[in-house]
């Protein structure tokens, strides 16, 4: 599943940098499939949603740091444990219920995104 960032987040920013996927963004900033991976054009993603990899997409928070799910892998393909909630000095990286994934799907959403398919 993804990880989502919880309203006690103290926007200190420790997490953004973290992410191999860069699917951390600052509250109110746009965000896009391209930014951190290897997506370009239009693009169908592991979930059948079709995008454009270049266009910018409506942010998920305006106030916090916020996490785009369709980019989560949990950190999978790269590192043993979510770096978001490693480094999280508050513990608000916790996993999203809403957005449920097996390993396989996650693995799968990270080589899709860094073309490793």
């Known amino acids: 599943m993804a990880i989502v960032i919880t309203d006690e987040c103290i ?57 785009v799910p369709d980019k989560c892998t949990e950190c999978k393909g790269f590192h043993e444990e979510p770096q978001c909630a490693a480094v999280c000095p508050v513990d608000c990286c916790v996993p999203d219920e809403d957005h449920v994934e097996t390993e396989e799907e996650l693995l799968a959403k990270q080589r899709f995104m860094h073309n490793q398919d």
Do not use: F
């Open 11 to 67: 926007n200190c920013g420790a997490c953004e940098p973290e992410c191999p996927n860069t699917a951390i963004y600052e509250g109110a900033d746009d965000w896009r499939y391209a930014d951190g991976t290897d997506l370009e054009g239009n693009v169908v993603l592991p979930n059948g949603k079709e995008a454009n990899a270049e266009e910018a997409q409506e942010p998920v928070s305006d106030e916090i740091y916020y996490i």
